[in-house]
């Protein structure tokens, strides 16, 4: 079963609003990390977030975890039609060394 | 500086054939991966190399072999492709396993099985 799911799977909004992703893993991880995907091609680290980080900022982003609740968000302010792509979070498991996806956010952004 | 390459780009082929993808990545990364992509799926995590000479098996690893050909290279293997196999194949490289980093990916390998 896949580790992370994010939330929701799509979303349309007009440009200069926020958008604002969810993402929910299972297991105890070593951190957090989003990546951003343009249709039909590869996938671009955005932005990573150890376990023992509450929230972290990288230009127009912000991102929050709650190990508590095993969730993070993704916030990404005054978007711009340039942001429409799907977006991802993964999580690297303790002990495994490996990179868990969840299935995606498609994020619109209508000029 | 070309990151992480992937041949071939495209690949129709029909149930039972053989076929490598070849990876290969210039940044001097120890870790390796193989994910696939299926629509509303995500990303789901084939096989991993931690370093040259160590293959593991990640979520989705039947009917799949790998090869950790060198530090560069990780290639992998359908050896009887089947119609569930159809999908986008990604490579991806990050610098140590083990020590929190981030996946640099290459551009995809999109793969029919008829």
């Known amino acids: 079963s896949q580790q992370g799911e994010e939330d929701p799977q799509a979303l349309s909004i007009q440009e200069g609003e926020n958008a604002t992703m969810n993402c929910s893993y299972k297991t105890s991880i070593n951190n957090l990390q989003w990546y951003r995907q343009n249709s039909g091609r590869g996938l671009v680290h955005l932005i990573l977030?150890?376990?023992?980080?509450r929230e972290k900022h990288s230009g127009r982003l912000r991102v929050t975890l709650d190990t508590s609740k095993k969730s993070s968000s993704l916030l990404i302010t005054a978007s711009r039609a340039a942001d429409t792509a799907s977006y991802f979070c993964?999580?690297?498991?303790?002990?495994?060394?490996?990179?868990?996806f969840g299935s995606g956010t498609k994020l619109n952004v209508k000029p | 500086n070309a990151g992480v390459t992937q041949t071939p780009k495209f690949q129709v082929l029909k149930t039972g054939q053989s076929m490598t993808l070849q990876c290969a990545q210039d940044?001097?990364?120890?870790?390796m991966y193989w994910y696939r992509q299926d629509p509303g799926m995500g990303l789901r995590l084939i096989y991993y190399?931690?370093?040259?000479?160590?293959?593991d098996k990640g979520e989705v690893p039947n009917g799949y072999n790998v090869s950790r050909l060198n530090k560069r290279e990780f290639s992998l293997r359908l050896e009887s492709a089947a119609p569930s196999q159809t999908s986008v194949y990604f490579c991806?490289?990050?610098?140590?396993?083990?020590?929190?980093?981030?996946?640099?990916f290459g551009e995809g390998s999109r793969l029919t099985v008829l």
């Open positions: 993964a999580t690297e498991v303790h002990n495994f060394n490996k990179f868990y």
């Open positions: 991806a490289s990050d610098p140590v396993a083990g020590v929190s980093g981030e996946l640099f």
């Open positions: 977030i150890r376990s023992n980080e």
């Open positions: 190399s931690a370093s040259e000479g160590t293959t």
């Open positions: 940044m001097n990364h120890n870790s």
